[in-house]
């Protein structure tokens, strides 16, 4: 009963370097989305994917990049860090849907970006 | 465009005392309303959620009731326990946009004391 599963837990990064947030979910669901998490600003949208093949920008997009090549995967690129994207990035899945079903997230992924 | 405003914390009680998170929010059309919590080192959950004007979500002694007159979708609890101390959001999703599409307060800190 994995549920949304989120790789690194944590992360320490150099400015300029890039890497991957793995982002796995078990529940067929359509919807993904990433979202990051600063102290005093809760969460904020960075992009979100409706379905395989299909994903959006959302309020903070800038500096990530994100791809949907199957239902269950949805990993956030970072191209070149900054210290502006050290944060707690929170991957989330749902149904979808006109019903607005419940999101269910994982546990998150903390980075440092020095 | 949305946004939704909750009382600043943290917050600090005694166990057995009354809570009330106050959560505003502006929005176009009807948007549905969810009270999210976050437990220490964990990803958010979904706590309650109300989908139209005078509906009451419920859970865990949780409720929180839709008031479209004043905006409001206000969190409250009878008598907290411990295991009640975590962060609580705030959030609405756009109408017809389904709930991956959320927008979030910035979080209250609840602290509950033995």
């Known amino acids: 009963n994995a549920g949304v599963t989120q790789t690194p837990k944590f992360q320490v990064l150099k400015t300029g370097q890039s890497m991957t947030l793995q982002c796995a979910q078990d529940?067929?669901?359509?919807?993904m989305s990433w979202y990051r998490q600063d102290p005093g600003m809760g969460l904020r949208l960075i992009h979100y994917?409706?379905?395989?093949?299909?994903?959006d920008q959302g309020e903070v997009p800038n500096g990530y990049n994100v791809s949907r090549s199957t239902t269950e995967d949805f990993p956030l690129r970072l191209l070149s860090a900054a210290p502006s994207q050290t944060s707690v990035y929170f991957c989330?899945?749902?149904?979808?849907?006109?019903?607005?079903?419940?999101?269910?997230f994982g546990s998150g992924t903390q980075l440092s970006v020095l | 465009g949305n946004s939704v405003t909750q009382m600043e914390g943290p917050v600090t009680l005694s166990e057995e005392a009354f809570l009330t998170i106050n959560c505003t929010y502006t929005a176009t059309g009807y948007p549905s309303l969810f009270w999210y919590v976050q437990y220490p080192g964990e990803g958010l959950q979904l706590l309650l959620k109300a989908t139209k004007a005078d509906d009451k979500g419920s859970n865990k002694g949780f409720e929180a009731t839709y008031r479209k007159e004043t905006t409001s979708f206000h969190l409250e609890k009878g008598s907290v326990q411990v295991s009640d101390s975590a962060v609580y959001f705030c959030a609405l999703s756009r109408s017809g946009a389904g709930s991956y599409q959320l927008t979030f307060g910035k979080g209250t800190k609840l602290s509950v004391i033995p």
């Open positions: 994917s409706v379905g395989a093949g299909i994903t």
């Open positions: 529940m067929n669901h359509e919807y």
């Open positions: 989330a899945s749902s149904q979808g849907g006109k019903t607005n079903e419940k999101l269910f």
